[in-house]
């Protein structure tokens, strides 16, 4: 799921909350070297924290990630830290966002099938229930 969603913005996947189709993750992605999100990323930011709000018992992991052809030790944790800060700013409760940062770990880039380094540089927005 994760390499087909990768080359997608927005959400990916949905799950049953209380009879209704919730999403479960949502992408965002970002200019090389940079913590600020592209274009396509103010709609994806407003349709997760519009769940993150009406949906009290969720919580959500933010998960920075980056290329392996960007400069920065911390732009994952950046980029998370952008991410919750859009959230919040929409309603979204700081207590219920967990960041992490992953750095070059998490490359999809490297499937022959991609190939494109710009989907490395991405953060996901991954919902659970509590």
């Given amino acids: ?3 087909v969603a990768s080359v997608l913005a927005g959400c ?3 799950q049953n909350v209380r009879g209704t189709a919730v999403p479960t993750a949502f992408f965002v992605f970002f200019e090389k070297d940079s913590a600020t999100p592209d274009a396509a ?3 994806v930011f407003d349709e997760a924290a519009a769940y993150l709000v009406q949906y009290d018992n969720t919580a959500v992991r933010i998960v920075g990630h980056m290329s392996q052809d960007e400069s920065g030790t911390d732009l994952d944790q950046q980029r998370a830290s952008r991410a919750a800060e859009e959230l919040a700013k929409r309603g979204g409760q700081p207590v ?3 960041l992490l940062g992953k750095g070059a770990t ?3 880039s490297n499937d ?3 190939g ?3 989907v490395d540089r991405r953060v996901e927005i991954l919902f659970s229930t509590m």
């Fill in 1 to 3: 799921m994760l390499c």
């Fill in 12 to 14: 990916v996947g949905t």
């Fill in 41 to 43: 990323a103010k709609p």
């Fill in 96 to 98: 219920r966002m967990k």
């Fill in 106 to 108: 998490e490359n999809i």
């Fill in 112 to 114: 022959p099938n991609v």
């Fill in 116 to 118: 494109d380094p710009s």
